[in-house]
């Protein structure tokens, strides 16, 4: 199997609820989050991959993601067999080279699904089952609270709670006082479900330290990133003082940056995102190198539409990760192109062929000259 073509399809998804984070608004009712979808062919089979970029996250943006798929990836990737997985990624590493972590990973991950994608279809297997999963198809989700007042928060846990969700996710970050606020109304709300609390990165050692001590009281199972991502030292140390479990997300986007943190001694839980790891099988290994290291692993994602949220889901399903995973991206956008996983009582199937996904090309390529015309490109 060759690929004969990958397309590359800039999309605008809009958001139908409010999402911030401790560095600002990812997006508000209305607003259009930036997608990318590409397009692998052959053998007349075609599969899809997704990049959802977020600038407040990291340092790619959709002008990145776009220039780097078209410019660089794809004439690696045409004329290539997608069942080389590991072929794949070596020659996109050699184009858009490693730094001190993965290079352009959010735009890597899209090709790497979209391969899967292929593969499975080809085999007639849904990524589940070429992952190795068995028995229960399904995943638990967590209800993400992006709350601005303690109204708010306890309005959507109850929301949350109410449509079957069994974690809570906490997006903090805003000061101490506001932080207890939001996960003590959150608790009173959750039922005795997972609390999660992510800070982006947003405290110094001794803020987090006092944070975690404080909100242990209402039961916080999880506190995601609370310092700097370049902050080793402080998280590995964090992590052996700390009442509540930390987990690394920014601070790691390689199996090999698991195994340094577990060489300085870290004792805490990693966030395995696809988009963050470059893909599919990048991800799968840092999910073996966690929990060799007896390091708790959590599942999430970037907000994606259907066809990243599915790989995400199918991903973390095969893994038989036990916490309740942030795949947030149905919640907070509408996707018009494409249909996936049905998700109800706080969970979401897993079925395939491939991805289990289904793209609207026609809607997809509807509008594509004027999202071209925004990058400068023809």
């Not at 692998?40 to 943006?61: I, M, V």
């Not at 776009?66 to 690696?76: D, E, R, S």
């Not at 840092?286 to 539409?305: D, Q, Y």
Request: charged share 25%; glycine share 12%; proline share 4%.
């Amino acid at each position: 199997m060759i690929v004969d073509r990958m397309d590359i399809y800039p999309a605008s998804f809009r958001f139908k609820a409010s999402f911030g984070i401790s560095r600002g608004r990812i997006g508000a009712v209305g607003e259009l989050a930036p997608h990318t979808l590409v397009s692998l062919k052959a053998s007349r089979r075609q599969g899809w991959g997704e990049s959802r970029p977020s600038h407040l996250w990291s340092y790619e943006t959709k002008e990145t993601v776009f220039t780097t798929l078209k410019n660089y990836l794809k004439p690696c990737i045409e004329g290539h067999d997608p069942e080389d997985l590991e072929g794949l990624h070596r020659r996109m590493a050699a184009v858009i080279a490693d730094g001190i972590t993965r290079g352009q990973p959010i735009a890597k991950s899209s090709i790497d699904m979209a391969a899967h994608d292929l593969i499975c279809r080809a085999e007639g297997v849904s990524l589940f089952e070429y992952l190795g999963g068995h028995g229960r198809s399904r995943v638990d989700l967590s209800y993400l609270v992006s709350a601005s007042s303690r109204g708010e928060a306890v309005a959507q846990t109850r929301l949350g709670r109410s449509e079957g969700f069994r974690g809570f996710k906490i997006k903090i970050g805003k000061g101490i006082k506001e932080d207890l606020e939001m996960i003590s109304a959150c608790k009173e709300e959750a039922g005795g479900r997972l609390l999660w609390a992510d800070a982006n990165q947003a405290y110094g050692f001794e803020e987090a330290l006092r944070l975690s001590r404080e909100a242990s009281r209402f039961d916080l199972q999880v506190l995601e990133q609370p310092l700097p991502s370049t902050d080793r030292h402080g998280l590995v140390k964090l992590s052996k003082s700390s009442p509540v479990r930390i987990a690394i997300d920014e601070s790691a986007f390689t199996d090999r940056d698991l195994i340094d943190f577990v060489s300085l001694g870290f004792e805490g839980g990693v966030v395995i995102k696809t988009a963050k790891s470059g893909g599919i099988m990048p991800a799968s290994k840092m999910i073996e190198a966690a929990r060799k290291s007896r390091l708790e692993v959590l599942g999430s994602g970037l907000t994606e539409g259907m066809v990243g949220f599915s790989a995400s889901a199918q991903l973390f399903a095969a893994a038989e990760i036990s916490y309740p995973v942030d795949l947030n991206g149905p919640q907070f956008i509408i996707d018009h192109v494409a249909t996936g996983p049905i998700i109800e009582g706080g969970a979401a199937s897993v079925a395939g062929p491939g991805l289990g996904v289904q793209v609207d090309e026609t809607r997809l390529k509807q509008g594509e000259k004027g999202r071209r015309q925004a990058f400068g490109t023809s």
